[in-house]
């Protein structure tokens, strides 16, 4: 069975790379810095809000690429967090619960993904990739790149409030 996801990255060079570096050195909500995760979308859509909260107006590169990702894998590597076990105020960024969660998952490496809410669109998931899950690179490929052009009517907007 064949999942795919998607992930936004600034470059062809950075949307090849499936090694969670960029989480590594800098973390994010569901990982502390030091521990490899590979943030990606269920859809296109979601891969793209995503990354545009992050961008003010005059930070906006110039183009953006999406990734589809290609999972070879079956369900049963797939860990969907139940909504019992969301921490609270898991939408806040700098929750440190979030981050001890997300850290211990890719420790365990027994799923090659965490399938999570979206903060930002939080009737969508994320899935959180573990690089480091036995494997990975042999299930985990790149299928597709294509530049993206940022609608300049989103950052303008996002930036008015």
Do not use: C
Request: aromatic share 12%; charged share 20%.
């Amino acid at each position: 069975m064949s999942v795919f996801v998607y992930r936004i990255s600034k470059s062809t060079e950075r949307a090849r790379d499936l090694s969670g570096i960029g989480a590594f050195k800098f973390g994010g909500r569901w990982n502390s810095k030091g521990t490899f995760m590979l943030y990606t979308s269920m859809n296109s859509s979601l891969a793209y809000l995503e990354n545009i909260v992050h961008f003010a107006e005059m930070d906006v590169p110039p183009n953006l690429y999406i990734a589809s990702i290609e999972l070879n894998i079956d369900d049963s590597l797939i860990f969907k967090l139940p909504d019992s076990e969301y921490p609270t105020s898991w939408q806040s960024h700098e929750n440190l619960e979030n981050k001890l969660i997300g850290n211990e998952w890719m420790v365990q490496r027994s799923h090659i993904a965490i399938k999570v809410y979206s903060a930002v669109n939080p009737f969508e998931f994320n899935f959180l990739l573990n690089p480091l899950f036995p494997g990975y690179n042999n299930l985990v490929t790149v299928k597709d790149i294509q530049l993206l052009n940022i609608d300049s009517r989103l950052t303008k907007q996002a930036n008015k409030n």
